[in-house]
């Protein structure tokens, strides 16, 4: 910890020392990040506070040894508890607070230095930190938190989770000072505990607001939670709780603008375009001036498909250098999305070379997370544009995003942008990082059906029915993969397969191909019905494969036209008749439609 020393003259009356700093921490199970966390920052602070909420391992024994106070705190499922108990013990005149994930780089150390000789025994300023959050899961966040605050009369930390000290600062006059320090936050490392946390969060939340049901705060809290949750229709419900507060408006125009920015991305993203366009005017009103509102403007008019707004939106978010504020915002997103936008709405209306450059631009981006490449591919395959999204994965894969999901998106675009062989090492590699991924084994056994490489696809679509026997799709391909081994147990297997899901009775004896495929086209009529359409087809398709004639062709075309498939329809057609070797002749008649 830090020691003062002295030089010359004993200091004046005038001239009142320096002001003292404690560092607070509460934890729990820390033991393999604790000393990271303290041991850059012993020099700068006159004391450590440890509070310990339950350890079982060696946390304490190391906070000890690093020179630390520590203290037991029993955990109550509340965070503002336990800081305000560290606050407690807490003797310097103003509190640093960390969670023991996080670090401070020397540079930044070295900046805290220089903050702290600059403060004053008078404890009227609060000071803000940019927080850097690092995760696998979502790629880097910024946001700016209060850090640093004196310790007053009337202070403490208000909220079960997310805690919060800036209210009761400014209801003090505690001035509020931003600062460019940094602080790297590490939690939060994979899907798996993202969810826990969420859920454990939501939870507390929850309990919270049961007892204080018109906390704005906590609703703000409970919708941050759902939409990471992707619970976005109860997220709004929270977050419009938060925007209409009178107070909220009249008193927080900054953190009220963020909220509304919040709540119209989440109307965008469950489709109510009408909604997001008013809530961005709303936000607009409030007179911030961030560049953020450009960003969702951009981004509605994209959805919107109004590509000339789109494109002056983004254009202008780009101008306006980014301020950082309480609220989380993806670097990466930011950074990327707008590019995107640029690169696809210039596509969409023929300026192919300006699209080119900003397709250049995104790439040559520093920030490359990749997730956010993954979402764009993602994009680029709703937009049926395959081999883009192919590109989009393949980097992906280059920036380290090694995960099964991408290799079978992958595989995906490249079977629909016509490239099978690529497809297939890629779904390979999908299904050797997972075997029992479903979609990977139903891609890829349509995929071995296609090129009529029975037997892989019969050991793909096994495996899947294993998984999943409900897979009409695969039940409809090796109906048509036994036809064509000429393996017909296996083929009525699996119209009785079809039948029984579709709960529709055989109550007479196969005795013919004709009897089965009178079935198939049974079982086509109920799809149709149940508004399966691809399903349907496939139905039809192979019930004239098995029995061709005229009344099915003309059910065939029939469907084929009214549902935009009637290329597809005469692909079928011409197959099963050259497999029963009839004359074509038989569809001349139908080309012109």
Known sequence: MRKRERRGKPTSSHFPPPATLSLCLIVRNEARNISDCINPLRSVVEEIVVVDTGSTDDTKTIATGLGAKVFDFPWRDDFS????????????????????????????????????????????????????????????????????????????????????????????????????????????????????????????????????????????????????????????????????????????????????????????????????????????????????????????????????????????????????????????????????????????????????????????????????????????LQEGLFLEAAQFYRKVIEEGGTGETTFSNLGLALWKAGVPEEAEKAYEKALALNPQRLESLTNLGHLYHRRKDYEKAIGCFLRALELDPNLLDVRLALGEIYFCLYDPDRLVEQCDQLLKFLCLPRNFVIESLKDVSLLYQTIGEALLEKGQIQNALKAHALSFLMSPSREGMERLFELGKSHGQLKTVLEQIEEALAIHGAPSGLLEAKRGI
């Open 81 to 380: 508890a336990a800081r305000n108990e560290s606050i407690r013990h807490a003797s310097g005149d103003y509190i640093l607070w960390l969670d023991a994930d996080d670090r401070m780089d020397p540079g930044e150390i070295r900046k805290l230095e220089r903050l702290r000789g600059r403060l004053t025994p008078a404890k009227d300023e609060a000071y803000f930190f940019l927080i850097r959050n690092l995760s696998q899961v979502d790629g880097e966040t910024q946001f700016q938190q209060l850090r640093i605050f004196p310790k007053i009369e009337g202070v403490y930390f208000e909220g079960p989770i997310h805690e919060q000290i800036f209210p009761r600062l400014k209801l003090l006059g505690v001035r509020m000072v931003e600062t460019d320090i940094e602080i790297l936050h590490q939690g939060y490392q994979t899907p798996e505990e993202v969810l826990r946390k969420s859920l454990r969060n939501l939870r507390m939340i929850q309990t919270a607001l049961d007892r204080d049901p018109e906390n704005v705060f906590l609703h703000y809290q409970a919708a941050r939670t759902l939409a990471g949750l992707n619970r976005f229709k109860e997220a709004i419900g929270h977050m419009a709780k938060v925007v209409q507060h009178p107070e909220v408006r009249q008193n927080e125009r900054r953190f009220c603008f963020e909220a509304t920015l919040l709540l119209a991305q989440w109307e965008m993203e469950m489709g109510d375009y009408g909604e997001a366009n008013r809530l961005l005017e709303e936000a607009a009103a409030l007179g911030e001036g961030s560049p953020l509102l450009h960003f969702y403007k951009g981004d509605l008019f994209f959805r919107m498909r109004e590509y000339p707004k789109a494109i002056d939106e983004m254009s202008a978010f780009l101008r306006v250098p980014q301020r950082v504020g309480t609220i989380p915002v993806s670097l990466d997103w930011l950074t990327h999305y707008p590019y995107f936008v640029l690169w696809l709405s210039y596509r969409r209306l023929g300026g192919m070379a300006q699209a080119e450059e900003k397709l250049h631009a995104l790439f040559s981006q520093p920030r490359t997370h990749p997730k956010c490449l993954e979402e764009m591919g993602n994009r680029c």
